[in-house]
């Protein structure tokens, strides 16, 4: 019990330093069809330390990655993105026409109304998981409403 409460309090200091810093909100999908492709917009703000978007996963989906949709002399284009740099006290939105995270081979109907976890992973802060609320499809924004998706820190995501 002793090395136990001792455990605790060494742990507090080091959880107490870690980064709060990025809030993940705005997370919205469009509704799409099982076995084929679907997208995830969000707005991420960092008011902490500088990090860098490393990796994106859900389980509604084979693969996700962040994508970025360019203009190749008038054609647009979609590109997988390795790295997605996010800067101190800076705001990045993935939304239509840009960074977006791609889902691939999705496994499960996206139905309006709906909502799934999508779990991005940070160099310095680790993993967030937040809640994509689904719109029809088509849709060109997410919820009106401005509620934003829920986010929560993984337990062991925050690095000291």
Known sequence: ????????LIALPIA???DPGLKVD????RAAMAGH???????ITNSGTPDTLTAVSTPVAGMA??????NDNGVMKMRPV??????QDKSVSLAPGGYHIMLMNLKQTLKQGDSFPVTLTFAK????TATAIIEKAGAASG???SMPGMTMPMPGSSKP
């Open 125 to 128: 802060a680790g993993p967030i």
């Open 16 to 18: 107490a330093m870690a």
């Open 37 to 43: 492709e679907g997208v995830v917009y969000l707005t």
């Open 143 to 145: 919820p009106t409403d």
């Open 1 to 8: 019990m002793r090395n136990l409460l001792a455990a605790v």
């Open 65 to 70: 990655q962040v994508h970025q949709t360019i």
């Open 82 to 87: 390795t790295s997605l740099p996010i800067g």
């Open 26 to 29: 705005q997370v919205w999908s």
